[in-house]
């Protein structure tokens, strides 16, 4: 168990460039959860797969925002005509639903700086 | 809709003190609760959760929590604190309905004074 990973670990792109995130969770959970974090406050919820599907999104994910999650296994988050507004850590989490607690596990974070 | 408020958004305590971080929530049952530390340019690191039974949970670090569900809250203390414990500490509230999608409080910032 190796935990989650998340890559890049930092990213600066100039205003209306697209990105894309990684995250690898630990390799026997079948939830995905992206989070966004900005300073001074907490996460806050974004979209989360179960297995291949993705089940719920924020709507705080504007049409810029997409999430995939192909083989159940690795998920991408990539923002499109990126603005200064989307600064911030982009974590991702990941938990086993069987059990039924949704423990979550969170990675290191990515952090977007837009220029 | 569930949230959570942290009060106190920065305390400083000295070493060896006892903490406690407040934390409230608002959910229509009984929900799952968190609290996570987070060192800067860091992750979460989970330190402990209530889903049911004993409402005094223990986790790692020497911090322990108590659940009160008359008061809608889940303090997080710590009998002494090191110098090591300065951080940011966040409590959360998942759904058992929806997923175990959390929800965050803004955060309290613990200085440590030697």
Known sequence: ???????????????????????????????????????GQGP???????????????RLL???FSAERPKGSFSTLEIQRTEQGDSA????????????????????GTRLTVT | AQSVTQPDIHITVSEGASLELRCNYSYGATPYLFWYVQS???????????????????GIKGFEAEFKRSQSSFNLRKPSVHWSDAAEYFCAVGARTNA????FGDGTTLTVKP
Not at chain 1, 12 to 35: A, M
Not at chain 1, 89 to 107: P, R, V
């Open chain 1, 1 to 39: 168990d190796t935990g989650v990973s998340q890559n890049p670990r930092h990213k600066i792109t100039k205003r209306g460039q697209n990105v894309t995130f990684r995250c690898d969770p630990i390799s026997e959970h079948n939830r995905l959860y992206w989070y966004r974090q900005t300073l």
């Open chain 1, 62 to 64: 504007s049409d810029r």
């Open chain 1, 89 to 108: 850590m982009y974590l991702c989490a990941s938990s086993q639903s069987s059990g039924g607690t949704y423990e979550q596990y969170f990675g290191p």
């Open chain 2, 100 to 103: 175990g999608k959390s929800t």
């Open chain 1, 44 to 58: 806050e919820f974004l979209t989360y797969f179960q297995n291949e599907a993705q089940l719920e999104k924020s």
């Open chain 2, 40 to 58: 800067p340019g860091q992750g979460l690191q989970l330190l402990l959760k209530y889903f049911s039974g004993d409402t005094l949970v223990q």
